[in-house]
């Protein structure tokens, strides 16, 4: 499966969550190259594909890429290779292939790719839990009608967020408790 995105936002880096590898297309001319440093988004990315290589400016923004990579991890350069390419051209489309390739094969053998799968239905898991616990307390503690008033509270300084929070949870429980006690 694959998942596609535009642009580099806090979106965009969230993408690592989902995915086994990482493909960030870049483009000469584009700005991409700042987005890109600005968002962060150099750390996520696996394997980088220069694309228009046949583009003025190409070559200079696989330089700037190698250049952040060689700050990111300086030993292991090589495990992010910067693939260029143009598909108008056919170029570049075996290397990168090859290389999607080899670092799937990499991740596979370095345990990488387990831990990203574990971890992706870890978080998975914690959002079903998080989901439940949410319906639970609402049908309980009602708090989607109680919002308005404690959202008032909180503005007039009449509550702390935490403090209510943990008010409301000891409501809850306390209540639980007299409804399972035989």
Do not use: C
């Not at 700042?34 to 980088?48: H, L, P, T, Y």
Request: net charge negative.
């Amino acid at each position: 499966m694959f998942i596609e995105t535009i642009g580099v936002g806090q979106t965009e880096v969230r993408v690592v969550e989902l995915s086994d590898l990482v493909l960030l297309v870049l483009m000469p001319g584009a700005g991409d190259e700042i987005q890109a440093m600005k968002a962060g988004v150099m750390e996520i990315g696996d394997i980088f594909v220069i694309n228009k290589k046949d583009l003025p400016g190409a070559d200079k923004l696989r330089l700037e890429v190698e250049y952040v990579l060689s700050f990111k991890d300086p030993d292991k350069r090589s495990g992010n290779p910067v693939v260029m390419a143009s598909a108008v051209n056919d170029q570049g489309i075996g290397e990168l292939g090859a290389a999607l390739d080899s670092r799937l094969a990499d991740s596979r053998a370095d345990g990488s790719l387990e831990q990203r799968r574990r971890f992706r239905i870890g978080r998975e898991l914690e959002g079903i839990l998080s989901r439940k616990i949410h319906e639970l307390l609402d049908v309980h503690v009602e708090f989607s009608k109680q919002m308005g008033g404690w959202i008032d509270s909180l503005y007039r300084g009449r509550a702390r967020p935490y403090n209510l929070v943990d008010q409301q949870i000891q409501r809850f429980l306390k209540n639980n408790r007299k409804e399972t006690d035989p």
